[in-house]
């Protein structure tokens, strides 16, 4: 008798055609905001030899290599640059003042038609770590129609990983929304994967200060 898992496993495989190995997950760094609090384009802040933005492309590449999409906006020129060699694309999302949803949106929106799910991270949260990311993806192949956030601090936030039935949802926000609404909504649904670790984001320059 099959296990619930491996009931996903093989219905999952029979709506795309594919098997669990071939399941083809994207990471989307969301990397397009002004950093207005922080006084400058925070993604470029010096992090640890690095910046913020390219220490995120890097992590997510650790875990999906090519199919990693980094959406820009502000200055994105400057910020496409700062992580070079990109070994997947990057995503100029030209309605980034608009709010988070917009990059949300493009990210999603430019692997539509390639990816089983996307991964989503943000540029300022620099103590995530690939092996957290990988608990994630391995969430995701164990429950393929489940949504993977991380829990911390009592709630679940980013990084947060979507399959494809919920691409729908996320490629159509807008606007300073987020994809909290996506999780609520979908209930018992999602899966929570533990990381206090990432309750740390940089919003002023004295957070990244702390952590230096």
């Given at each position: 008798m099959?296990t ?7 219905e ?5 055609g594919?098997s669990?190995?071939d ?9 397009a ?11 470029l802040?010096p992090?640890?030899?690095t ?16 199919r990693?999409?980094?959406v820009a906006g502000?200055?994105?020129q400057?910020?496409v ?10 995503a100029?999302?030209t309605?980034?003042q ?12 430019s692997?539509l038609?390639?990816?089983?799910a ?11 770590t690939?092996?957290h ?13 489940a ?5 911390f601090?009592?709630t ?5 990983l979507f ?9 159509s ?13 979908a209930?018992?649904r999602?899966?929570?994967?533990a ?17 230096q």
């Amino acid at each position: 008798m099959l296990t619930d898992s491996e009931v996903n496993t093989v219905e999952h495989g029979r709506k795309t055609g594919r098997s669990a190995a071939d399941r083809r997950l994207f990471s989307v760094v969301l990397a397009a905001g002004r950093g207005v609090r922080f006084g400058s384009t925070k993604q470029l802040a010096p992090y640890r030899g690095t910046c913020l933005v390219a220490r995120a492309v890097r992590l997510a590449e650790s875990v999906c290599g090519d199919r990693t999409v980094l959406v820009a906006g502000h200055e994105w020129q400057s910020v496409v640059a700062a992580c070079r060699p990109l070994r997947g694309f990057f995503a100029n999302n030209t309605a980034h003042q608009a709010g988070m949803g917009t990059s949300i949106a493009c990210g999603v929106s430019s692997v539509l038609e390639a990816a089983d799910a996307v991964l989503l991270l943000l540029a300022d949260q620099p103590l995530i770590t690939t092996a957290h990311l990988k608990r994630m993806e391995t969430a995701w192949m164990e429950s393929p129609d489940a949504i993977v956030a991380t829990v911390f601090s009592g709630t679940m936030g980013p990084p947060v990983l979507f399959p494809r039935g919920d691409f729908g949802h996320v490629a159509s926000l807008g606007g300073d929304q987020g994809a909290r609404h996506v999780l609520a909504r979908a209930g018992e649904r999602v899966r929570g994967v533990a990381f206090e670790e990432a309750a740390v984001d940089i919003d002023v320059t004295e957070d990244l200060q702390g952590l230096q």
